[in-house]
């Protein structure tokens, strides 16, 4: 994958030098040449971005899709440095050129009607730049999830955009054909692949599965599971600890995909997800009605069996994350242990399902912010709990603070690197 990527901007960047932007001599000449080397390059880094979500089977089973997550995060940030320093080193570079000051350049791009495609080109950078203030973790949290999801539509406006920016216009592109062709075959695979993977995949599985709500069902105040019964529920080829985009077909929902982890094995009957309320969407995942169509995107993720190398394993569960731990059970070797960190025993979930399934059930309970309780799950309260720990692969699961404090606490007990899996509820 990597090496696909890196080819690819290889290519570029031959096509840029190919394209005469070193033969230049002037400050202007310099700045406005490397303008087109970072637009060229955020405009493949915004078709990355796209792919690294477009759910691809082998890639997601390759790699994860919470560690996309992250990929898709940091490739983000790298886009839009560039779509903005492509915007300066172009104003800059074309005020040394037509001998102006930074701001009477911009006005005349923009509006002077020289340079064609500004105007969609402004609105585009403006697109992306909203799509990644959206995400700031700051602002995400003030964010409403559909105001959050309403702003990333956005960026494929914005792209859109930058080919109306990009293809007719480039300097490259009106003067090299095979440039050209080069890059819309990069638009048009990317859009063959958002497409089939994001719409007509998920089409289909919904016409096939025909799945449904069969059931929902409290746990305790605040925590529901639903049942969700369908057809052919065996093609879905499902493992325990894996999860789908759940979107339910009711009004206020049938807009909104969710990821959840499935809180028991798949067998022969129907699948079970159990949600918390966090938040305005899981609030009313409760009020669903029997009967609801629903379209389930996935299997998704590596948080398997199949990441076991040992004969015994520990599982560690953080509050909800107890979800793919509980699934995990029905399949995993029969030595295993299960540490489920709650603030208190009554918010603990499945118990008897648990205490059922796994030989040693630790429920470590306790609210963090008292000082009595500051050493759960710290190294050594790990090696008490677990006196062979050195000898089990570990799971974690569970909110992302909570899932790298212990995989700190973890690695500080002597746990190596590769024998610790986690799965971070945070896409």
């Given at each position: ?62 790699i ?7 990929w ?24 040394e ?11 005349t ?39 959050w ?17 990009q ?15 080069y ?83 798949p ?12 938040g ?17 995107e ?32 029905d ?40 000082e ?16 062979d ?29 590769r ?9």
């Amino acid at each position: 994958m990597l090496a696909f990527l890196a080819a690819n901007a290889v290519v570029m960047v031959w096509l840029w030098v190919h394209g005469g932007n070193l033969a230049v001599h002037t400050t202007g000449e310099w700045l406005t040449s490397l303008a087109r080397l970072t637009g060229l390059l955020s405009a493949y880094l915004a078709l990355v971005q796209v792919l690294l979500l477009a759910r691809l089977p082998a890639l997601e089973r390759a790699i994860g899709l919470d560690r996309l997550s992250v990929w898709h995060r940091w490739n983000g940030h790298a886009c839009i440095d560039l779509v903005v320093a492509h915007v300066l080193l172009s104003v800059w570079g074309y005020a040394e050129l037509d001998r102006l000051g930074f701001f009477g350049e911009l006005s005349t791009m923009i509006g002077g009607g020289i340079y064609p495609g500004m105007i969609t080109a402004t609105i585009g950078t403006f697109a992306l730049i909203a799509v990644v203030a959206s995400s700031l973790v700051i602002v995400k949290r003030r964010l409403r999830y559909e105001w959050w999801y309403a702003v990333h539509l956005l960026a494929y406006a914005g792209i859109a955009l930058a080919w109306f920016h990009q293809i007719p216009t480039g300097n490259e592109f009106v003067l090299d054909q095979a440039a050209a062709d080069y890059w819309r075959s990069l638009y048009l695979a990317t859009l063959a692949v958002l497409l089939w993977y994001r719409i007509l995949v998920p089409a289909a599985a919904a016409f096939r599965h025909r799945l449904r709500v069969a059931g929902v069902h409290q746990e305790r105040p605040g925590v529901v599971s639903l049942e969700i019964a369908g057809r052919n529920l065996e093609r879905l080829r499902a493992q325990p600890g894996q999860f789908f985009l759940w979107r339910f077909l009711s009004a206020g929902r049938w807009w909104k995909a969710h990821p959840f982890s499935l809180s028991a094995a798949p067998g022969d009957g129907p699948l079970r997800i159990t949600v918390k309320d966090l938040g305005d969407f899981t609030a009313t995942v409760g009020e669903i009605a029997p009967g609801t169509r629903v379209v389930a995107e996935g299997p998704f993720g590596t948080f398997t069996a199949a990441a076991a190398r040992r004969p015994k394993t520990l599982l560690i569960a953080g509050g909800i994350g107890i979800t793919p731990i509980r699934a995990l059970l029905d399949e995993l070797p029969g030595d295993s242990v299960v540490a489920y960190r709650v603030v208190s025993e009554d918010e603990a979930l499945f118990v008897d399902e648990l205490e059922r399934l796994a030989p040693t059930l630790h429920l470590v309970a306790g609210d963090h912010r008292e000082e009595r309780h500051a050493g759960l799950l710290s190294p050594n309260h790990l090696r008490q709990l677990v006196p062979d720990l050195a000898e089990r692969d570990v799971f974690v699961c569970g909110p992302p603070a909570f899932t790298d404090m212990t995989r700190r606490n973890l690695r500080a007990a002597g746990v190596p690197r590769r024998r610790i899996r986690t799965e971070r509820f945070a896409l």
